[in-house]
Each structure stands twice: as C-alpha cells, then as structure tokens.
C-alpha cells in the first residue's frame, strides 16, 4: 500500500497567489482530513470528510481556504488568495472511519511558504 | 470543549534516561486517549492508546496509563534511545461515532548520544 499521497512536497509561493495541495488517501479508507502543524498553534483540524461529504469545517480559517473531495480517491485543500501566515506544513490523513477512527495514516505533508 | 494539554518542549535526554512527557485532558464524557509520534520529515503515526480509565497502553517501551481522577495521560519511556528523537503528541477522542481526534501541540523530544 503506497499509503497518503500528497503533493506537493514543498511549495513557495508569493503572496496573493493561489495555493492548490492535493491529497490521495488510501484505498478503501473513507474518512479523510485536512491538518495544519504551525510552531505556534501546533496541529489544528481544518476540515473533514466522510463519504467525500463534508462533516465539520469549523476549522477552516476564513473564506480564503476551500476543500474538496470529489471522489473517495482525491481531495484538494485550495487558498485563494494566500498570505504569509499561511505558511505552515498542511497535513492529509485518512482512516476507516467508524471501523477505526484512531488509525489515521498521515501523508509526509505539504510544506508551504508564503513570501 | 475538549482539548488536550501537554508539555512544552523540547525535551532534551541523554541516552538511557528515564523519560516522562506530561498531558492532561479536558472532555465532555469518557474519551479514548493516544499517543502518536512524528519522525522527522514524516507525518504522525499511532504510537498507543487506551479507550477506559485504568487502561494501559503499550508499544516500543513506551506506556500511558488512562488516569480519570487527575484527567491525564502521561507517556513514560524507561530507557531512551537515539532513535526517539521525534515530536510526540497527546491525543483524544469522544467515544461516539465518528469524531475527529484533537491533539495537544506537541513535544519535541531530543535524545543524545
């Protein structure tokens, strides 16, 4: 199993840009969500998925971040348009949801910075 | 709401030495509670985890036990090694239905040689 895929790995970007990051979560997995691992905040939900339908988006911090999951095999996590404190590394992990919620699988993460 | 609170770091070890990273919990019920591990470069992965109080988890010489009276979850290593060096988070989770786990921020652990 190739695990969570995201990409890309690294990702600069100027400020106003728009940021698109992509995440494949394991097959078979149908829960999947979006974290952002910043020093100051430590890791913090944005959003997730059940079933690719939306269950919670409280975390998302304002209207300039949007998530997707069109099918159970791709999700993208898009800001428009960025800004620098939105540099931080964006984490996706999926899990089997009720079957087991405490096994998520985590990808390598994004590493995005914001100029 | 729920939260979790750890302990900051970093933690720096020498090798063999006793580790203790501290973490308390505040929860609406009995949560289930964990311990995962980031290595450096990687995203985190499940390291333990126990679903009732007086539960012990275990793995790789680490344990936490589930302690409801003082709400915690203390993750304790005996001898450290090398490589344990990584960022250790404390986790929980409401036991209902598919709920997202909320982590505490994380303690980064350094072991020396």
């Known amino acids: 199993d190739a695990g969570v895929i995201q990409s890309p790995r690294h990702e600069v970007t100027e400020m106003g840009q728009e940021v698109t990051l992509r995440c494949k979560p394991i097959?078979?997995?149908?829960?999947l969500f979006w974290y952002r691992q910043t020093m100051m905040r430590g890791l913090e939900l944005l959003i997730y998925f059940n079933n690719n339908v939306p269950i919670d988006d409280s975390g998302m911090p304002e209207d300039r971040f949007s998530a997707k999951m069109p099918n159970a095999s791709f999700s993208t996590l898009k800001i428009q348009p960025s800004e620098p404190r939105d540099s931080a590394v964006y984490f996706c992990?999926?899990?089997?949801?009720?079957?087991?919620?405490?096994?998520?699988?985590f990808g390598s993460g994004t590493q995005l910075s914001v100029l | 709401g729920n939260s979790v609170t750890q302990m900051e770091g970093p933690v720096t070890l020498s090798e063999e030495a006793f580790l203790t990273i501290n973490c308390t919990y505040t929860?609406?019920?009995?949560?289930?509670l964990f311990w995962y591990v980031q290595y450096p470069g990687e995203g985190l992965q499940l390291l333990l985890k126990?679903?009732?109080?007086?539960d012990k988890g275990s793995n790789k010489g680490f344990e936490a036990t589930y302690r409801k009276e003082t709400t915690s979850f203390h993750l304790e290593k005996g001898s450290v090694q090398v490589s344990d060096s990584a960022v250790y988070f404390c986790?929980?989770?409401?036991?209902?239905?598919?709920?997202?786990?909320?982590f505490g921020k994380g303690t980064r652990l350094s072991v020396i040689a």
């Open positions: 126990a679903t009732k109080a007086d």
């Open positions: 097959s078979g997995h149908n829960s």
């Open positions: 986790a929980l989770r409401r036991n209902s239905g598919n709920t997202p786990l909320v």
């Open positions: 992990a999926s899990s089997l949801g009720d079957r087991a919620p405490e096994k998520l699988f």
């Open positions: 929860a609406t019920g009995y949560p289930s």
